[in-house]
């Protein structure tokens, strides 16, 4: 079983900043990509950033020079910067970790149950 667990979250005035953190943790040999992606309420989820395990990012267009994601594949724990933060950028945050390979030979994708983040204005 791998399990993530998000960490982080709460509440920010508008231009502030917070530290989104994600621990995998279970039964790992490998994590190949891993991510953030967020859901406001009555909207679609969409892709905040992604790294790949050799460091390689990419940010969705309305947190690009805003946010920054890191990670330190020997804890298997991703993070996100996240600075200049806005009233828009309010949703539920949520970890992914893409075609993570286990000690039973099996690869497959995970999400974290999510982090609130709230922006006030």
């Not at 982080?8 to 502030?16: D, E, I, P, R, Y």
């Not at 900043?17 to 679609?44: D, E, T, Y």
């Not at 940010?59 to 996100?80: E, H, Q």
């Not at 309010?90 to 970790?97: E, G, I, L, Q």
Request: charge should be positive.
């Amino acid at each position: 079983q791998v399990q993530l667990v998000e960490s982080g979250g709460g509440l920010v005035q508008a231009g502030g900043s917070l530290r989104l953190s994600c621990a995998a943790s279970g039964n790992i040999l490998r994590i190949n990509a891993m991510g953030w992606s967020r859901q406001a309420p009555g909207k679609q989820r969409e892709l905040v950033a992604a790294i790949t395990r050799r460091g390689g990012t990419n940010y969705g267009d309305s947190v690009k020079g805003r946010f920054i994601i890191s990670r330190d594949n020997a804890k298997n724990t991703v993070y996100l910067q996240m600075n200049s933060l806005k009233p828009e950028d309010t949703a539920v945050y949520y970890c992914h970790a893409d075609s993570v390979v286990t000690t039973d030979q099996d690869v497959m994708d995970y999400w974290g149950k999510g982090t609130l983040v709230t922006v006030s204005s």
